[in-house]
């Protein structure tokens, strides 16, 4: 699927040195975007992203901890300087971190998981923002079904960070509408990425197949696609504020 509006739009893809983000920065490239691919610990899942990305259009490859506001900074101006400006922003950068359950979970753990999870879509936002502003952009914001449902053992504080991330998309909505800025979530289901390698034991992932009204897990492709639909004006011009969950009838609402 091609959108004729997305054609060299300058995107910058949080997190895109796997899973979702890979995914997501590559269709983009498909598109014939110039796509900024982000990466912090994995210097190597970066390269290979922007060496696909490379096949199909060009970009450029940035580090960043999102975390810290200067680094962010930083990456976002050098992206913009390169690029000649901003049209698209997805900020899917985000992590578990480790399970911890309420009960025994540290402050350390819970401001790390809010400063991965929910400040830095701030940051990167803040510093996007007069970027976007010149060209009336759009922001997609990585959500999460645990943001509904609670999450599972030890993510419950995971799950109040992305359930922020949703809530503050609405925000960013109203604040960003004067500028033609649209902002929206989608909001992932259970998708088969390094995330569950980490964080799910091979018993759950086949489990969730089973839950799943579609019967099977999804995959990067499946958000990626989503995501594009979003930033196209041409398919989604109309659309600010909105939620769009991608998660194979795992978590169904009115
Ligand atoms: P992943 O682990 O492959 O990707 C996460 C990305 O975030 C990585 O590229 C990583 O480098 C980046 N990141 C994490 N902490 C960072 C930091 N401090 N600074 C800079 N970058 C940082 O996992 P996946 O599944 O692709 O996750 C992408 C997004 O989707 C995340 O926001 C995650 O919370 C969300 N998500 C994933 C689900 C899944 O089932 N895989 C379900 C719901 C949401």
Known sequence: ?????????????????????????IEF????????????????????TFAEVKKHSDGI?????????SQVNKMVGRFAKTAGG??????????????????TATAAYHDNIYETNVRSIFFVTQAALDWLKK????IVNVGSVAGHHG????????AGA??????????MAKEFARYGIRVNTVAPGFIETRFHQRYSSAQRVKATVQQTPLGR??????????????????????ITGEYIAVNGGLYMRA
Request: negative net charge.
């Open 86 to 103: 901003l049209d698209i922003l997805v900020n899917n950068a985000g992590d578990l971190i480790e399970r911890q359950p309420f009960e």
């Open 135 to 138: 060209s009336a952009g759009c």
């Open 162 to 171: 992305k359930a922020a991330v949703a809530t503050e998309t609405i925000a």
């Open 29 to 48: 490239a498909k598109q014939g975007c110039f796509v900024g691919v982000h990466y912090f610990r994995t210097k190597q899942g970066g390269e290979q």
């Open 61 to 69: 490859l940035l580090k960043a901890d999102v975390r810290s506001q």
């Open 1 to 25: 699927m091609i959108y004729q509006d997305l054609k060299n739009k300058r995107v910058l893809v949080t997190g895109s040195s796997s899973g979702i983000g890979q995914a997501t920065a």
């Open 217 to 238: 897990n999804g995959t990067p492709e499946d958000i990626a696609m989503a995501i594009l639909f979003l930033t196209s004006s041409e398919a989604a011009g109309f």
């Open 151 to 158: 999450g599972g053992d030890g993510a419950g504080i995971y």
